[in-house]
């Protein structure tokens, strides 16, 4: 009987260790649900925000559920801890969600979070509580791009194992608090695009672990300390825009690691680049406008990493060095307005990866062989204007050939229209200004690209838009400005896509088509100082922004109906022959605030009506047959009450002006700021 009590045992105690172990497996291998009050907070916290009624838009939080079977970390943008069930993320960037942060929000009850993302949501300019720094053990904080304002909570300076800061691109004002440079762990700070925000820069000290600085523009102001230099971990440092005086020190040379540099826009004293030689890493520099001087140093060459170059706007003289054109990695390049000379090198062909290049407005000089960039056939934009060089061209077609979506070849001494520009299929915008192109536009160019939006061909001697064209073709032309030629003949009607048409100082005649009564995006008509005769197609009126027709021989009355919707700023009627009164509906444009119609044959009494517009600044009225007093028209309680230029010179005007506008016209005390307002005045005005 002792064997079959043994085995029975045996079986008994194998059972028993089973269970065990499938009980520990299961513990082991079973996922820990979240906790019960986090996920209640994680829900509060949904409740008080509100989500994007977009159909389009996807929420992280459409997936949060307050069933009892919904596992929080399973949820969208939350992660728990796999040990312990808490939860320690939290991304809901770019979520569609607005709401309003509040200090008693149940997000501040996950206690055990690291990393908190809000970034590109809606948060109504609410500020960042300074409850957050309940939030103790973060180590990366998103808010970018999220419309929170206000000041950053002086708080943050004790989040010990903060390595990560992102604020940027908000509302942020008031002072940044300078402690949170001092915190041990971080790494990367960005506050970059809070243009309220000031502050200023510490002592740093070699401890230091930070690795990305950017402040762009706030109002960060102060001089730059020496001790940056000690920030040996820096890889990226953007200064730029920012109210920054004194000058560059020295010791960013010693920042060996960066590879990324902007002082973009900085107020700094007139410096030198000889502390750029030992940033061999870099392959961002940004620094235009930053007061610069001197010749470009070789030594620029040591930066062989180097992809984007803007030295644009500073004071740079001498010739362009040649080794730079060993420098095969640029991609972008912009020398703009600087004063270099010399001649511009047909070494340009080397630097194969060129996508931009920019060498606007200096003093370069000689022969410009068109070929020396048409060859580099990753180039997409070449500005060579207002040089003092001359660009050839010929009709050889490389089949290599750039395809450029911009390019500005201004006052470079052309004598006809490139070419090389029938080929030229994806280009969006064309400037040739300001050359010697006589004849008329080459019908193909209107067709060369689908992409084209904007062309400027102002200054040149054309004499037509194209042979026999009465209507110009393009699919996407947004702006033709061909003013200041030789054209002669009827206008030619622009593409249906137009929204500004600057044809003014020309040799133009016929009336205005009919046709352009058909161009609903246009918004902005320059047809000044031509000989164009007819009446004023009432169509226009209402829905341009910007009306000139002055100078040229337009009859009969000005069109009589514009509606409440009118949405004209500025006026131009002036040196016609524009007989009768004045439109009662003009009152109706609110946004008026030129209106320029002196020297026409109106005949009126003053228009005192017009002092309900609130934004008009100018009102001539010079050379007409306006007569009677200048009294001010019951009801209107502060007539004209932005104007700053008037003239009622040579018309019929009777008794004296009203001492109500006097008192009122307190905007001429102010410089306009803009300065075009003067342009309008062809008399001498009275100080009054």
Same mark, same amino acid.
């Given at each position: 009987m002792a064997a079959p009590s043994s085995l029975l045992f045996s079986l008994f105690f194998y059972i028993l260790c089973s269970a065990c172990v499938n009980t520990?497996?299961?513990?082991?291998?079973?996922?820990?649900?979240?906790?019960?009050?986090?996920?209640?907070?994680? /829900?509060? =916290?949904?409740?008080?925000?509100?989500?994007?009624? &977009?159909?389009?838009?996807?929420?992280?939080?459409?997936?949060?559920?307050?069933?009892?079977?919904?596992?929080?970390?399973?949820?969208?943008?939350?992660?728990?801890?796999?040990?312990?069930?808490?939860?320690?993320?939290?991304?809901?960037?770019?979520?569609?969600?607005?709401?309003?942060?509040?200090?008693?929000?149940?997000?501040?009850?996950?206690?055990?979070?690291? &990393?908190?993302?809000?970034?590109?949501?809606?948060?109504?300019?609410?500020?960042?509580?300074?409850?957050?720094?309940?939030?103790?053990?973060?180590?990366?904080?998103?808010?970018?791009?999220?419309?929170?304002?206000?000041?950053?909570?002086?708080?943050?300076?004790?989040? /010990? &194992?903060?390595?990560?800061?992102?604020?940027?691109?908000?509302?942020?004002?008031?002072?940044f608090p300078v402690a949170i440079f001092d915190l041990p762990s971080l790494t990367v700070l960005n506050v970059s695009y809070n243009q309220n925000l000031a502050g200023y820069l510490p002592v740093f000290n070699q401890t230091s672990s930070l690795r990305a600085l950017e402040l762009d523009s706030t109002k960060f102001s102060g001089t730059i300390p020496a001790s940056i230099g000690n920030l040996q971990s820096l890889?990226?440092?953007?200064?730029?825009?920012?109210? =920054?005086?004194?000058?560059?020190?020295?010791?960013?040379?010693?920042?060996?690691?960066?590879?990324?540099?902007? =002082?973009?826009?900085?107020?700094?004293e007139a410096g030198k680049l000889s502390w750029l030689d030992k940033l061999t890493k870099l392959n961002s520099l940004y620094l235009m406008y930053t007061n610069l001087y001197g010749e470009i140093p070789s030594s620029l060459a040591n930066l062989t990493k180097l992809t984007t170059l803007h030295l644009q706007m500073n004071h740079f003289t001498g010739e362009i060095p040649f080794q730079l054109f060993n420098m095969t990695e640029l991609i972008n390049l912009s020398l703009f307005d600087n004063q270099l000379t010399g001649s511009i090198s047909s070494s340009f062909s080397q630097l194969i990866n060129l996508d931009?290049?920019?060498?606007?407005?200096?003093?370069?000089?000689?022969?410009?062989?068109?070929?020396?960039?048409?060859?580099?056939?990753?180039?997409?934009?070449?500005?060579?204007?207002?040089?003092?060089?001359?660009?050839?061209?010929?009709? /050889?077609?490389n089949s290599t050939l750039s395809h450029f979506t911009g390019l500005e070849l201004d006052s470079c001494n052309l004598k006809e229209i490139p070419y090389f520009l029938k080929f030229q299929d994806k280009l969006e915008t064309l400037s040739l200004t300001g050359n010697s192109i006589h004849g008329q536009v080459p019908a193909w160019l209107w067709n060369a690209s689908d992409s084209l939006v904007e062309i400027y061909l102002f200054r040149n001697f054309l004499t037509g838009m194209g042979q026999n064209l009465s209507v110009l073709p393009g699919t996407s032309l947004r702006v033709i400005d061909i003013k200041d030629n030789m054209l002669k003949g009827n206008l030619p009607v622009p593409p249906t896509?137009?929204?500004?048409?600057?044809?003014?100082?020309?040799?133009?005649?016929?009336?205005?088509?009919?046709?352009?009564?058909?161009?609903?995006?246009?918004?902005?008509?320059?047809?000044?100082?031509?000989?164009?005769?007819?009446?004023?197609?009432?169509?226009?009126?209402?829905?341009?922004?910007?009306?000139?027709?002055?100078?040229?021989?337009?009859?009969?009355?000005?069109?009589?109906?514009?509606s409440e919707k009118c949405d004209l700023r500025v006026m131009d009627l002036s040196q016609n022959r524009l007989e009768g009164q004045l439109p009662r509906s003009l009152s109706n444009c609110r946004m008026?605030?030129?209106?320029?119609?002196?020297?026409?044959?109106?005949?009126?009494?003053?228009?005192?009506?017009?002092?309900?517009?609130?934004?008009?600044?100018?009102?001539?009225?010079?050379?007409?047959?306006?007569?009677?007093?200048?009294?001010?028209?019951?009801?209107?309680?502060?007539?004209?009450?932005?104007?700053?230029?008037?003239?009622?010179?040579?018309?019929?005007?009777?008794?004296?002006?009203?001492?109500?506008?006097?008192?009122?016209w307190s905007a001429m005390k102010f410089l306009p700021s803009d300065m075009e307002l003067y342009a309008y005045t062809r008399t001498p005005i009275p100080v009054i």
């Open positions: 520990i497996v299961n513990a082991v291998t079973s996922p820990i649900l979240c906790h019960e009050d986090e996920k209640s907070f994680l /829900l509060n =916290f949904k409740k008080s925000l509100t989500l994007s009624s &977009d159909s389009s838009s996807y929420s992280k939080t459409a997936s949060w559920k307050a069933d009892n079977s919904s596992d929080c970390c399973s949820w969208d943008g939350v992660e728990c801890d796999k040990d312990t069930g808490f939860v320690i993320s939290l991304d809901l960037s770019n979520s569609s969600i607005s709401g309003t942060l509040h200090s008693n929000s149940t997000l501040f009850g996950l206690v055990h979070l690291r &990393d908190l993302n809000l970034a590109d949501n809606d948060f109504k300019n609410s500020s960042i509580p300074p409850q957050i720094s309940y939030l103790s053990r973060l180590s990366s904080i998103n808010l970018s791009h999220s419309s929170i304002s206000g000041q950053i909570p002086f708080e943050l300076s004790g989040s /010990l &194992d903060l390595t990560s800061l992102d604020l940027s691109s908000n509302f942020l004002n008031g002072t890889t990226k440092l953007r200064l730029g825009r920012c109210r =920054f005086s004194g000058s560059i020190p020295a010791s960013i040379g010693n920042l060996t690691e960066l590879t990324f540099l902007s =002082f973009t826009n900085a107020r700094f931009n290049l920019n060498l606007k407005k200096n003093n370069f000089s000689g022969i410009v062989e068109a070929d020396v960039f048409l060859s580099l056939e990753k180039l997409t934009f070449l500005s060579l204007s207002q040089n003092n060089i001359s660009l050839l061209t010929n009709h /050889l077609i896509t137009i929204m500004a048409y600057y044809v003014a100082n020309n040799k133009l005649t016929g009336e205005i088509p009919s046709k352009m009564c058909g161009l609903r995006s246009l918004k902005i008509l320059h047809l000044f100082n031509n000989n164009m005769t007819g009446p004023i197609p009432s169509c226009l009126g209402n829905s341009l922004s910007v009306f000139n027709v002055g100078g040229n021989n337009f009859s009969g009355m000005i069109p009589q109906s514009y008026l605030r030129i209106l320029d119609l002196g020297d026409n044959k109106l005949e009126d009494t003053f228009p005192s009506w017009l002092g309900t517009l609130p934004q008009l600044q100018v009102l001539i009225l010079h050379a007409n047959r306006f007569w009677g007093a200048t009294a001010s028209s019951p009801g209107i309680g502060s007539p004209f009450p932005m104007l700053q230029i008037i003239d009622v010179s040579q018309n019929s005007f009777s008794g004296d002006l009203p001492l109500e506008y006097i008192k009122n």
